[in-house]
């Protein structure tokens, strides 16, 4: 226990010792499984990947986004955070593939809007867009990765898909 000593001269005791290891062990442990696990709902301790990336200086950005055409025919930008329709636009990054595969999945992004802000005008088409600008030219073009037109717009009922909004 000698190699553990702090400013004083003191040695720590067994339990100092083992708390310290127990405690760091914890840590790490759920960090890795974090890691491992790579689930949002792990947070803090989820995957460290969605902390930090690089992007060459000669390379591409990509940034996901939601649009939606209104039931008074304006687009408008799906306002993806926690305050205002309840999700996060990581949450759409990470679901990305399920609704690019099952697009279906857009109705529920729909009744999160009307049931969160009911003031504001119904969505009746969503998109799911991605934007990729060329770091050198600053160039930029947005594709569409899925398309959803809204059942009932303005009385939406959840997809019913697991994983997706449930059944009123």
């Known amino acids: 226990m000698t190699a553990m000593r702090g400013r004083s001269s003191d040695t720590l005791g067994a339990y100092s010792v083992l708390w310290r290891l127990a405690t760091t062990a914890a840590v790490v442990t759920t960090v890795c499984l974090g890691t491992w696990v790579g689930n949002d709902q ?10 930090a990336f690089s992007v060459k200086n000669d390379g591409v950005i990509n940034s996901l986004t939601m649009d939606a055409l209104t039931v008074d025919g304006e687009v408008v930008r799906v306002p993806l955070s926690k305050e205002m329709i309840g999700i996060e636009r990581s949450e759409i990054e990470g679901q990305a593939p399920r609704i690019i595969a099952d697009p279906d999945l857009l109705q529920d992004i729909a009744v999160l809007h009307r049931r969160r802000l009911p003031h504001e005008t119904a969505y009746r088409t969503i998109w799911l867009r991605n934007t990729s600008t060329d770091i050198p030219t600053g160039n930029a073009t947005t594709s569409t990765l899925a398309t959803w037109q809204v059942r009932d717009p303005l009385d939406p009922r959840p997809s019913g898909i697991p994983g997706g909004g449930s059944a009123r």
């Not at 792990?42 to 902390?51: E, I, V």
Request: no cysteine.
């Open 42 to 51: 792990w947070w803090p301790f989820g995957p460290m990947s969605q902390y």
